[in-house]
């Protein structure tokens, strides 16, 4: 393959007609407390600031970077293009704490990205000449600095980790195609052949524990998960709820399983500390169950919107009858007595009319008898993140309807001649 040059010129740093500045990047909760935040960060200077955030709290590797590094030689390899690891002597000289940390300069990112790919092509054979293999890795430098081209976000994740800094670990399960010999082959090691594809179809039969079964998806969707990768499946192979199990039960129905795989994406998010799963659910239209499927997402909203108000009136209403037993002039068990405590009386109406439940309000006149004097009832909010949503379920997957051919016959009008 020749390469030719367009933007880099030979001899010379990809970046010297570049400049870079350095960056402040931090998220906040909805409250303003401070979540993050990272200090000095260079990026380009054509960057903006949205550019530079989500490659600070995204695609930087945060941790196990090391500050040492030497190469290791191989003889079919040009030196430039030698994969690096960690120093362990120059490591040893440094305190324990201080010897690994994490990328700080996007240079580093794209190094180890355009260092990688070059290096797989060379080893593959598919450079004509070493000039090619050289601006192939100058010029990718470039047009990843300048926003020229980007890959999907498990090559940001993953890509490099092991060319450039000797970061490895145990294999997850993970194969690939040999480009030697041809031949599918289960990984060893965690980095080495990284996980860099963005999406997955995944099938699953209607099998419980079996390989290719319900809960063997569930742990094959958490590999592609863990390293940032999206998944999808379509779910119409399990059957609706009712139908009959071959040991005599009853299938407890395709939206049981859904919402276990729904849990579990969010448990684990995607790349860890990346992003929400990328999952997608598709159902065909002829299903049984489909009618709860395309109603789940709604009802679940619903769940938010009813969690959020009874909040907030159960809030209300309980601070309310606290203040009516600690503001009573009343003697000893007197201010406690809704019969005694007119103002008691009228706030207990108020929290049943409101539909606040009977135990709550029992329960906020025990600890007044007991002797506090507030009651701190959370108050939920609609924030996407927030502990509303997060009790709910549907909220880590796009959900599809596949219109069949036969839901189509089934649902096509009949000619009547009129």
Request: aromatic share 10%; proline share 4%; with cysteine.
């Amino acid at each position: 393959m020749r390469v030719e040059r367009r933007f880099t010129t030979a001899g010379r740093s990809a970046y010297a007609e570049l400049e870079f500045r350095a960056a402040t990047s931090e998220i906040r909760n909805p409250d303003g407390s401070v979540v993050f935040r990272a200090e000095n960060l260079m990026v380009p200077s054509s960057w903006s600031q949205v550019a530079a955030d989500i490659l600070a709290q995204k695609y930087f590797r945060k941790a196990g970077v090391p500050k040492a590094l030497k190469k290791v030689e191989e003889e079919t390899v040009p030196s430039w293009l030698w994969r690096s690891v960690p120093d362990e002597a120059a490591l040893a000289k440094l305190p324990e704490g201080e010897r690994t940390g994490g990328e700080t300069d996007s240079r580093e990112v794209f190094d180890r990205l355009a260092g990688t790919w070059t290096y797989w092509g060379w080893k593959g054979g598919y450079f004509t000449t070493e000039e090619d293999a050289s601006a192939f890795h100058d010029e990718l430098r470039y047009m990843l600095a300048t926003q020229r081209c980007a890959p999907n976000s498990p090559q940001w994740f993953n890509t490099g980790l092991h060319w450039a800094y000797g970061i490895d670990g145990p294999g997850q399960g993970h194969y690939y195609v040999d480009y030697i010999t041809g031949e599918l082959t289960r990984s060893a090691s965690a980095y080495e052949h990284p996980q860099p594809h963005a999406c997955f179809i995944q099938s699953v039969e209607d099998d419980l524990v079996n390989e290719n079964g319900i809960m063997d998806l569930w742990v094959r969707e958490a590999r592609l998960f863990k390293y940032g990768s999206g998944t999808g499946s379509n779910f119409s192979r399990l059957r609706g709820e009712g139908e009959k199990l071959s040991g005599g039960g009853r299938s407890s129905g395709l939206m049981s399983f859904l919402k276990i795989g729904d849990r579990a994406a969010g448990a684990i998010k995607s790349g860890g500390t990346t992003r929400r799963a990328a999952k997608m659910v598709v159902v065909d239209a002829d299903h049984p169950d489909i009618e709860q499927y395309i109603n789940w997402k709604v009802r679940e909203e619903q769940k938010v919107a009813a969690l959020v108000a009874g909040s907030k009136a159960c809030s209300k209403h309980l601070s309310a009858i606290m203040k009516a037993c600690i503001n009573c002039e009343g003697e000893g068990e007197d201010c406690f007595d809704p019969m005694k405590n007119p103002a008691l009386k009228r706030e207990i109406r108020a929290a049943k009319k409101a539909s606040v439940p009977e135990n709550y309000i029992r329960r906020v006149i025990q600890f007044a008898r007991q002797g506090y004097t507030s009651i701190d009832f959370p108050v939920l909010d609609t924030d996407w993140d927030s502990e509303a949503y997060l009790t709910v379920s549907g909220q880590n997957s796009n959900n599809s309807v596949r219109v069949t051919t036969s839901s189509c016959a089934r649902s096509r009008p009949t000619a009547t001649g009129t």
